[in-house]
């Protein structure tokens, strides 16, 4: 079995928004005034380290700018609910990320990469 790439933000199904206040009592801030109605919305959560969550709001803004964007909250510091169908659109632009920023240990003579020996295998 191999361990995910530190930092990747894991995809969870889509899931409704959480009720404003998050739940944590009539003191909390942001917690809804008596009788006000709970609004739902489906999306997806995305969970990861704070830099990578961060690249994600940064690529959001970007499409904002287009009228595109994809963020519906943030959540907490590592936890997003994006709409659905903007996953693979993610999935793209964080493995072009990860290939950018995340460290990997130069290869020794006749050793081949995990990535290299997984697209093989896929192949054949």
Not at 25 to 54: C, F
Not at 117 to 123: D, L, Q
């Amino acid at each position: 079995a191999h361990g995910r790439a530190p930092g990747r933000l894991r995809l969870r199904g889509p899931r409704p928004l959480p009720p404003a206040g998050g739940g944590r009592g009539p003191r909390a801030r942001g917690a809804r005034p008596p009788g006000a109605m709970v609004q739902a919305q489906r999306g997806v959560l995305l969970q990861g380290d704070p830099p990578v969550k961060q690249y994600v709001l940064y690529l959001d803004e970007k499409r904002k700018a287009r009228g595109q964007g994809f963020v519906i909250e943030d959540l907490d510091a590592s936890t997003l609910l994006i709409q659905p169908g903007n996953e693979k659109f993610l999935e793209e632009k964080l493995e072009e990320f990860y290939e950018e920023n995340y460290f990997q240990r130069p290869l020794r003579e006749g050793e081949v990469s995990r990535g290299a020996a997984a697209k093989r295998k896929r192949r054949d």
